[in-house]
């Protein structure tokens, strides 16, 4: 390690959340962090990564929303488990250029993200790259006696919900494409992009509570997420197209024909929820939990495939066209460099 390497892990060391307490027994500056489980819990961990051209936009992008939006995305994954929050981990690779400003404000968004989820950082690598790469470990625990919130144990007969807005970060996305994310009247139309809220208190409620079949977040739309919790517990789904939360486009963008069925469908990025609820637990559900709606969308049922009912009352298969890193573009270039090229402005 480089004297201007420790230097960069200083800096993310002093702004973010990272001294010694709770799971933490001894922090960064050894060659490895100790953690200890409280009693009576188990460890959940999953991994994420977080890269240019690929995940976002680096000059389209404020540093502030990639260090937020990084570690809000990973942490989503320990809310679709039910978990809590404790440790994470961080791999930077980031270019020369982007080690003075940028990096700072990066820290700042995602200092802010981890005291908001009451994560601790417990250690981290840096390097020098092309282009920023990240890679975020998140450690979450469970007690015991509490249930997880798995994919597979959805059953026929189960209701199937989502919280909060669909599409709503795809509209976002689409404006910043478009080259229409720097009119002020539509900032509040990219905050769901920039700075998604993992279900955190929901799913640790539907854990606790046991009101959940199966559940996973919301990372790459509906359609193909609905499908792999389906795959996951061998059953069938039938969904409704006029009862999804859709976004609501503002007439100011209908010169933009976007269709938000469409959005709410196949969009990515909005990380609420979408769970199975038996039918015996359905009234006990809240309608609401704190601000965020919870939607019943459709049923569980037997045999393989999600169908959707469309408005005019007709059933047909539902396509999985949410995001998929491994769908070729035409230049064979990541998706959002391949549709940035589109952007009217720059
Ligand atoms: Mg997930």
């Given at each position: 390690m480089t004297i201007a390497e420790d230097n960069l892990i200083e800096r993310i060391r002093r702004k973010v959340?990272?001294?010694?307490?709770d799971s933490l027994l001894l922090a960064i500056g050894d060659d490895a962090a100790v953690l200890r489980a409280k009693t009576n819990r188990d460890w959940v961990i999953t991994c994420d990564q977080f890269i240019e051209d690929?995940?976002?936009l680096a000059n389209r992008y404020p540093a502030e929303v990639v260090g937020y939006k990084s570690l809000a995305r990973a942490t989503s994954d320990i809310a679709a488990m039910g978990a809590s929050p404790e440790i994470f981990l961080l791999s930077l690779a980031i270019p020369q250029e982007r080690t003075g400003k940028w990096l700072n404000e990066m820290i700042g968004g995602m200092a802010r993200a981890a005291r908001k989820f009451g994560l601790r950082l417990a250690g981290g690598d840096t390097s020098r790259t092309e282009k920023i790469a990240m890679s975020i470990t998140v450690m979450g625990t469970v007690g015991h006696g509490d249930e997880l919130l798995r994919r597979d144990g959805a059953g026929p007969g189960d209701a199937i919900f989502v919280s909060g807005v669909l599409g709503g970060a795809e509209l976002g996305l689409r404006l910043i494409l478009r080259g229409e994310d720097n009119h002020k009247k539509f900032r509040r139309l990219l905050v769901p992009q920039f700075y998604p809220r993992p279900a955190l208190e929901l799913g640790q409620r539907l854990a606790r509570k046991r009101f959940a079949s199966a559940a996973m977040d919301i990372s790459d739309g509906v359609s193909i997420d609905l499908q792999r919790l389906c795959k996951a517990s061998g059953v069938g789904a039938r969904i409704y197209a006029e009862r999804l939360p859709l976004v609501a486009v503002p007439?100011?963008?209908?010169?933009?024909?976007?269709d938000a069925l469409e959005l709410g469908l196949?969009?990515?990025?909005?990380?609420g929820l979408l769970f199975t609820v038996p039918r015996r637990m359905i009234s006990r559900?809240?309608?609401?939990?704190r601000a965020v709606g919870l939607t019943r969308i459709g049923e569980i049922v037997g045999g393989r495939g999600v169908k959707i009912v469309g408005t005019d009352g007709r059933e047909s298969g539902l396509k999985?066209?949410?995001?998929?890193?491994?769908?070729?573009?035409p230049e064979g270039i990541p998706r959002l460099a391949y549709e940035a090229r589109w952007v009217r402005r720059n």
């Open positions: 959340p990272s001294a010694p307490g690929v995940h976002f007439p100011e963008l209908r010169r933009l024909q976007f196949h969009g990515g990025e909005d990380y559900l809240p309608q609401r939990f999985a066209k949410g995001w998929d890193h491994f769908r070729l573009h």
